[in-house]
């Protein structure tokens, strides 16, 4: 079913970090001109976006973040038991990064420690495997880290994915408690949409090669990538996009028997700013309950929802709210979750 | 329903309806793109309450195949 209700479960606090290095995008005519800039860039909303240098990776924008939430809620790091690291731009393909992560943290050798590799719906999953091992009894507390750095994977000289990409990394702090209510997950997955969003090359099924890097023209309008490079079937996806998330959100409503009324914010995945408008259109949601960051931030694949919240909601969660998260993208993997958040701790938004 | 259609397809292309007609291919439209296809798709979701395959509306050519569609679909 996909369908699953946690109790006396939810997250104590949230940070994030961000690359201090801004990229201003109707400014950023490396490839291509202003005037075909500003048709995307007005279209896609994404005005501002990060950036994250050579040296800096995901698990470098996680750390930063968990450094400052651990240090703004005080925690003494031998009683976090589970460090979970969400991302598609992991350190190595071997050893995973959350392992690293433990290290540079100071966690005890006692953690569990694993890698999560999903994409814009990620935060759900790794949210809900968190709150699982919590209602075991067998985990305290969890660090769920979250973090990509998109603007490695995507071809600057590619104008269907070139202008919407970001970075960031954020961390949540998991933990039981009869304070934190219920809470309701939707998770999906349609792997015959695995061709809409992909890397075809780099893994085992078509391993690096000289071939495999070598930029080429890939369409009509002169896009150019690698097989390295990630693409995007934008208009196969928007098509899914409008069609299931709108039916998940309904499913977990009817689910849950929560009355859409009763909910503060709905935090969407941050896609592009066409996508959001029209969903939140279509299910008829109040702009002033549907904050964004995608302005500011770009699509920063799973980080997006977090950040959002982090960014956008810091002063306005004060006692208890009530947040329905939609996540949506690459697998296609999907979800919706309805979770309280009861003075949870926001953190100052990290530049590194 | 071909007035409404008509109507639409223009606005999410950005066109003025007189210059939309049925016999056209809607593809070759000029202010066709990747970037206004999302609106046209956009269009037959919340107008007309039409959700479709790619694969299926990537086989509609012409402005008359959206009309037969929009007509399928109502009846």
């Known amino acids: ?352 | 329903m071909k007035e409404k259609l008509i109507s639409a397809l223009a606005e999410a292309l950005e066109m003025d309806a007189s210059q939309v007609k049925p016999d056209d291919i809607f593809r070759d439209y000029e202010n066709y793109s990747s970037l206004t296809e999302l609106s046209v798709l956009a269009m037959l979701d919340s107008d007309f309450g039409i959700e479709i395959e790619m694969q299926e509306f990537n086989k509609y050519k012409t402005v008359e195949d959206l009309i037969n569609l929009v007509s399928s679909r109502q009846n």
């Open chain 1, 1 to 352: 079913m996909g369908l699953i209700t946690f109790n006396n479960v939810g997250i104590a606090g949230m940070a994030a970090a961000v690359p201090a290095r801004v990229i201003n995008n109707y400014e950023y005519d490396l490839y291509f001109n202003k005037e075909d800039i500003k048709e995307v860039v007005d279209k896609i909303g994404v005005t501002e976006r990060r950036f994250a240098d050579e040296n800096t990776c995901s698990s470098d924008l996680c750390h930063a973040a968990a450094e400052k939430l651990l240090t703004d809620l005080n925690i003494n790091r031998q009683e976090i038991d589970l460090l979970i690291f969400i991302s598609q731009t992991p350190d190595y393909r071997m050893p995973a990064t959350s392992v690293l992560l433990q290290e540079r943290l100071g966690l005890a050798s006692s953690t569990i420690t694993f890698d999560i590799n999903l994409g814009c719906s990620a935060f759900l999953y790794g949210l809900t495997v968190a709150y699982s091992m919590i209602t075991s009894g067998a985990v305290k507390k969890a660090l769920v880290l979250d973090g990509e750095t998109r603007s490695k994977v995507y071809s600057l000289k590619d104008r269907k994915t070139g202008f919407l990409f970001g970075d960031g990394g954020v961390a949540a702090l998991v933990e039981g408690g009869e304070k934190y209510g219920r809470s309701w997950f939707s998770l999906n997955s349609d792997g015959s949409r695995a061709d809409l969003i992909k890397i075809p090359a780099g893994g085992y099924r078509t391993m690096s090669s000289c071939e495999t890097v070598t930029e080429k023209v890939v369409d009509e309008y002169g896009n150019i990538r690698s097989d390295e490079h990630g693409y995007m079937n934008g208009a196969d996806v928007f098509n899914f996009v409008i069609r299931e998330v709108p039916k998940d959100f309904n499913r977990l409503l009817e689910y849950s028997g929560v009355e859409k009324d009763a909910i503060d914010y709905f935090v969407f995945h941050q896609a592009n700013n066409y996508i959001n408008g029209f969903l939140a259109k279509k299910l008829k949601l109040p702009e002033e309950a549907t904050p964004a960051t995608i302005h500011k931030f770009g699509n920063t694949s799973s980080v997006s929802i977090p950040l959002t919240i982090i960014s956008e909601l810091k002063d306005k969660l004060d006692g208890r709210k009530r947040l329905l998260l939609s996540g949506f993208g690459v697998g296609l993997t999907w979800g919706t979750a309805i979770i309280d958040l009861n003075d949870c701790h926001i953190g100052d938004i990290t530049e590194i």
